[in-house]
């Protein structure tokens, strides 16, 4: 009976796949054609409208000014629909229109009419943007571009009539039936330009909650009017998952979010029970959020991967909820939140709110501004954030901001390079492993907010805590000053820290035990951009090694929290950190402190990004050394507007302008390269038994 119904089984799914359709879509072709290569359709929606579970929706190269709202969901992980790029076809979605009607005003200043029809509801050039926890800025959602560069909106119609100081800008009055929009193009006529307006609120969105298995791979996807992704609201991103399961966003280049580029958040409550944005109406809306279906079983696992994510005000990844069990990993991620157009709570590079099991893997973030690089905000328990590259971030926070944390959570083979503060934490029981740090660390002693606690791999409340620090583990990390181990001290409940190496005058806490300590040894520490990646130079010592043997960190050495929860991985199995940033092997019996493995190596250079799982030893020789990535986004947006957002953010970064200026070198910017390798299902989550 068991071999007829496995055969059975077998001979259903060769049905399904044979019955599998492929929906071709061409700039070329027509919605009135049925779909195949040789007769395309027009529209990638058209395509969505006919597409069932196991379909393929193929879009060959152009640009597609379209919102795509998928009708319906895959049926499982196996059977998706999956949208994609025909492979080596560049293929954009936008949410813009061009705009060629412009009438000259002044020298510099043109100005354009649009029928208020073409807009989406509401208009982006109406809707001033706010939400839960923003601070109203004046700024709306629409946007102008000339060749794709977003231009800075004027606060009054008087800045745009006068010639260009700085950025270009625009101004925009709404009525009834028109909209006007005045614009500055210095020397440039823009007739005979590619100029476009921000029409559509996002580029790839359902409009209903619950379409689950869904694919996007090898898009474009750029220019969208999003609205303040709030986090008791419904979270519009340029692509956005709304409130469902099982997503796998691969290989896109996402950019020119208004707010937020992915949204893998929530749905929107009815206004009636919409709570107040206080720390006890968020819980209420937990508990609503339990009744609509928050659960392992029913939201989050989605999978994001291998995308660039850059030119987004709010967020590149956002998700209150509806973001739980998802892994994010090898995303370039850069130039969020930078210009200062938006303020308030929530703007950061990634950003989770129940973040439940999260893994935040390789990733590469840098130039991004808000409150943090990665902000892990209440119930992220059994988070994990591994091998990511942080670095030339002004975040408030720092590169890692968790906040009302009660664990236990994984922080390990991280290398964290911005200036400004290497983390925050409010917070306890977070295991900081194999890490490299580089500027201060806060530590808040005690936040008496009372936030949810849950169950060991689930979304269930089964307390209220507050956050009290410390209970943190503390292990074979490289810590260089400014960075320092010592704010630990005032921590609430004791840490356990042991195998550190401090470095250029850092001290160890009250807690480290084994700690080596070289005040007088610089890492020298250098990263430095080439045409081909991102490289980190730096000295080592070898004795570091002999002097204090180090111990391998597994669940045993973690240990449980003071909430009695054991550190373990993603299916209750070990946690065992035997490999290093680059995925190498350590040694078990005395592995090296910090995110690189290393023996015999005095002096080393690495290239981190684009990560290829090879590291080699470098001789004293001197490197080219190319400008620092500051100077890039110096370039990118104009230096006041770089130093107005320092000086907004109370970063000291004059010094590393001045410095950076003097090296006066061209380079590439780095980009992500189209990849349609990995393309495993959403269920590869790796458990990291055998390293991080």
């Given at each position: 009976m068991t071999k007829i119904v496995i055969t059975a089984l077998a001979i259903a799914l060769n049905v399904c796949s044979i019955c599998a359709t492929e929906y071709h879509v061409a700039t070329s072709g027509s919605d009135k054609n049925p779909g195949s290569e040789r007769e395309p359709l027009r529209t990638i929606q058209k395509a969505a409208s006919l597409a069932h579970p196991g379909d393929t929706i193929t879009v060959h190269e152009g640009v597609y000014r379209e919102r795509i709202d998928p009708p319906r969901s895959g049926a499982s992980d196996t059977q998706r629909i999956t949208y994609r790029a025909a492979e080596g076809e560049k293929v954009v979605i936008t949410g813009a229109e061009r705009v060629e009607n412009w009438q000259k005003v002044t020298d510099d200043t043109w100005k354009a009419t649009l029928a208020n029809e073409i807009f989406d509801s509401p208009n982006p050039f109406a809707y001033e943007i706010s939400g839960e926890w923003s601070e109203p800025t004046g700024r709306h959602s629409g946007m102008v571009y000339l060749d794709g560069e977003w231009f800075r909106e004027a606060l009054s119609l008087t800045e745009v009539v006068k010639p260009v100081t700085e950025d270009a800008q625009w101004f925009a009055k709404v009525e009834d039936e028109n909209t006007t929009i005045w614009a500055q193009f210095p020397g440039i006529d823009p007739n005979e330009a590619n100029v476009e307006v921000n029409v559509r609120q996002s580029v790839f969105y359902p409009s209903r909650p619950g379409i689950n298995f869904i694919t996007v791979r090898g898009f474009t996807l750029r220019q969208a009017a999003t609205p303040w992704a709030g986090a008791m609201s419904e979270q519009i991103g340029l692509i956005g998952t709304h409130w469902s399961k099982g997503w796998v966003i691969e290989n896109n280049h996402i950019s020119h979010s208004i707010c937020t580029g992915i949204a893998l958040g929530r749905y929107e409550l009815?206004?009636?029970?919409?709570?107040?944005?206080t720390a006890p109406g968020f819980v209420t809306s937990v508990e609503l959020a339990l009744e609509d279906g928050w659960s392992k079983e029913k939201i989050g696992s989605h999978v994001v991967r291998n995308n660039e994510i850059s030119h987004c005000e709010k967020n590149g990844i956002h998700g209150s909820l509806g973001g739980c069990f998802s892994t994010i990993t090898g995303n370039e991620i850069h130039d969020i939140g930078n210009r200062c157009w938006l303020d308030g709570a929530d703007i950061a590079a990634i950003k989770f709110l129940g973040g439940v099991d999260v893994v935040i893997r390789n990733n590469h973030i840098y130039r991004s501004g808000g409150k943090g690089a990665i902000w892990l905000d209440w119930m992220c328990q059994g988070a994990q954030v591994i091998g990511n590259l942080l670095h030339d971030n002004v975040a408030v926070h720092?590169?890692?901001w968790f906040e009302m944390q009660h664990g236990p959570m994984l922080v390990a083979n991280n290398v964290?390079?911005?200036?400004?503060?290497s983390g925050t934490l409010k917070a306890k029981s977070v295991a900081f492993v194999h890490n490299l740090f580089t500027a201060p660390i806060v530590n808040f002693p005690v936040d008496k907010r009372l936030t949810p606690r849950n169950p060991v791999h689930g979304t269930r409340i089964i307390g209220m805590s507050k956050a009290e620090s410390g209970d943190h583990r503390l292990l074979n990390n490289c810590v260089v000053a400014p960075c320092d181990f010592s704010v630990m001290n005032s921590s609430v409940h004791p840490c356990i820290a042991d195998g550190n190496v401090f470095l250029r005058g850092s001290t160890p806490s009250d807690f480290d035990k084994n700690a080596t300590v070289r005040p007088g040894f610089d890492p020298e520490i250098r990263l430095i951009q080439k045409p081909d990646g991102w490289y980190l130079r730096i000295n080592l010592d070898p004795t570091w090694k002999g002097e204090v043997k180090r111990s391998l960190v597994t669940t045993r050495l973690l240990g449980k929290t003071i909430l009695k929860r054991p550190y373990v991985d993603l299916d209750d199995g070990d946690y065992q950190i035997d490999t290093d940033y680059f995925g190498e092997n350590r040694n078990k019996d005395d592995p090296a402190p910090g995110p690189f493995e290393f023996s015999n190596e005095e002096v080393m250079q690495f290239k981190l990004w684009p990560r290829e799982g090879s590291k080699a030893a470098e001789s004293n020789a001197?490197?080219?050394?190319?400008?620092?990535?500051?100077?890039?986004?110096?370039?990118?947006?104009g230096l006041p507007a770089y130093r107005e957002c320092l000086d907004a953010f109370a970063v000291a970064h004059g010094q590393l302008l001045d410095e950076t200026t003097t090296r006066g070198t061209n380079r590439e910017t780095s980009s992500l390269a189209h990849r349609t390798d990995d393309l495993c299902p959403a269920t590869d989550r790796r458990p990291i038994h055998r390293g991080g």
């Open positions: 009815p206004e009636q029970m919409k709570p107040r944005p720092g590169d890692l964290v390079l911005s200036k400004h503060k001197a490197l080219d050394c190319a400008p620092d990535a500051a100077l890039i986004l110096a370039r990118q947006i």
